[in-house]
C-alpha cells in the first residue's frame, strides 16, 4: 500500500479532475492519487473516516 501512496504522490498535485475522478471510483481513491494522498500514512488509517 506505501509503495502505491508513493506512486500517486506526483500525481496528486495535478488539477482537481484525477479527485473527482476517484471520489467516484470510491474505497480505490488511494490508488489513483486522490488529494488526501498528501495526508500520509493517516490517509490509510482513517480513509473510513474521511468519508
Known amino acids: 500500500m506505501l509503495k502505491h ?3 500517486v504522490a506526483g500525481s496528486a498535485r495535478q488539477p482537481s479532475v484525477p479527485a473527482l475522478l476517484t471520489k467516484q471510483i ?8 486522490d488529494q488526501e494522498v498528501l495526508l500520509g500514512q493517516e490517509a490509510l488509517d482513517g480513509r473510513q473516516e474521511l468519508w
Open 5 to 7: 501512496v508513493d506512486r
Open 26 to 33: 470510491g474505497k480505490h481513491r488511494l490508488l489513483d492519487g
